[in-house]
């Protein structure tokens, strides 16, 4: 029979209502009054089992939900581990308990869900906590040697400043869920199962509110833009990514807010490769430079200019080195090096009288390491054939 009629009350009844309907039946059929009577007896235990569970307003909850497959245990093997701690059975030999953090009950959430439909059950005050925000920001090699002050505008969910966040008119503080004792989550036995579910009457929240916010419509929180400063810092690299904590989205009615997370990437410069602290910047040179030797201006990160030495026979794609011309490393005063790749140049669009010089200066005698070397090896190749 159901346990509201048992007692003789209405599902609306009041928790007085019930314990009174319930001491008005036990002092009637209670066994000391009815010796030897079954029927009076089994009502008795009856009356028992329903304000037991009635009294009780996470027992309630599941029942008036639920019905008796809320408590239903299977004919064979252990019964359900009730609505104190956790759920378990043994069968054969095998023992199985089911925690809120082991496999299988992951497997049960999965099955059951929560009472939204959802796959699994979140702590609800992880649940009121405001997501968190991604911003890309792209800024030149210049600007990741200097650092950089940006202002990022963003659309989000800021805390409603009618009711602090509350969620209820005028600021005033929500109360505990009845149903779930502030707790957002409802346990009862399913079978062999103790199973956990979001708790219906404050949607896992905990907290109900009598008047909601005509602002935020009890949410504690609306849609805004806002302005954010962050320091870029001098010699952040490519692809790194900024923290900025608390400055995410605001959380459901005062929960905690969500963190910013800057993702910053770096253009490529045409002048300028980076790899790590180090600058590698190509310099063109003449050949009669590469011979001879001599000073090069080249350009360096900060805008200003140095001058490289060249040695005498310096070969196309040499590398030469500027010792503290490189990116600054991150919260340090030290700074990488910069390499200059040399490439030779031919000339090109010669005048009769160049070729002229050219072709004498080929007819002395020189030293060419590379090209000697590298013939010598063709000539033994060759005699090995």
């Not at 966040?165 to 103790?194: I, L, N, T, V």
């Not at 910013?260 to 253009?267: D, G, K």
Request: hydrophobic share 30%; aromatic share 8%.
């Amino acid at each position: 029979m159901d346990y509201y009629e048992t007692l003789g009350v209405s599902k609306s009844a009041s928790d007085a209502e019930v314990k009174k309907a319930y001491r008005k039946l036990a002092m009637k059929y209670h066994p000391d009054k009815n010796k030897g009577d079954k029927a009076a007896e089994a009502k008795f235990k009856s009356i028992n089992e329903a304000y037991e569970t009635l009294k009780d307003p996470q027992k309630k909850a599941a029942y008036d939900r639920y019905g008796h497959d809320a408590y239903k245990n299977a004919s064979s093997g252990g019964g359900g581990g009730g609505f104190g701690g956790g759920g378990g059975f043994s069968s054969e030999g095998f023992s199985f308990e089911f925690g809120g953090d082991s496999a299988f009950s992951n497997i049960f959430e999965e099955f059951f869900g929560n009472s939204s439909g959802g796959g699994g059950i979140r702590s609800s005050r992880s649940d009121m906590r405001g997501s968190d925000l991604r911003y890309d920001a792209t800024i030149t090699l210049e600007e990741a040697f200097r650092g950089k002050d940006m202002e990022l505008k963003l659309r989000t969910n800021v805390k409603c400043s009618d009711c602090n966040g509350s969620g209820s008119e005028g600021g005033m503080k929500p109360k505990a869920c009845p149903s779930c004792r502030g707790s957002g989550k409802m346990r009862f036995s399913q079978g062999f199962f103790m199973v956990e579910r979001t708790c219906t009457s404050c949607n896992g929240t905990g907290q109900i509110i009598e008047n909601s916010c005509k602002v935020c419509r009890g949410a504690g929180r609306v849609a805004k833009s806002r302005t954010i400063s962050v320091s870029i810092p001098a010699g952040i690299d490519n692809n790194t990514k900024i923290r900025m904590h608390g400055e995410g989205e605001a959380g459901i009615r005062g929960g905690a807010t969500g963190d910013l997370y800057v993702f910053v990437s770096v253009r490529p410069h045409p002048l300028f490769q980076r790899e790590g602290n180090t600058i590698r910047c190509d310099v063109p040179i003449s050949f009669v430079t590469a011979a001879l030797g001599g000073d090069v201006e080249v350009p360096t990160i900060d805008g200003k200019k140095a001058i490289i030495k060249v040695p005498a026979g310096t070969q196309s794609g040499q590398l030469l080195k500027l010792r503290g011309k490189g990116m600054p490393a991150m919260k340090s005063a030290l700074r990488g090096d910069m390499l200059v790749q040399v490439q030779v140049e031919t000339p090109i669009n010669l005048t009769e009288n160049q070729k002229r010089l050219l072709q004498e200066f080929d007819q002395e005698r020189h030293s060419h390491p590379k090209s000697d070397g590298f013939f010598a090896k063709v000539k033994e190749f060759w005699q090995e054939l």
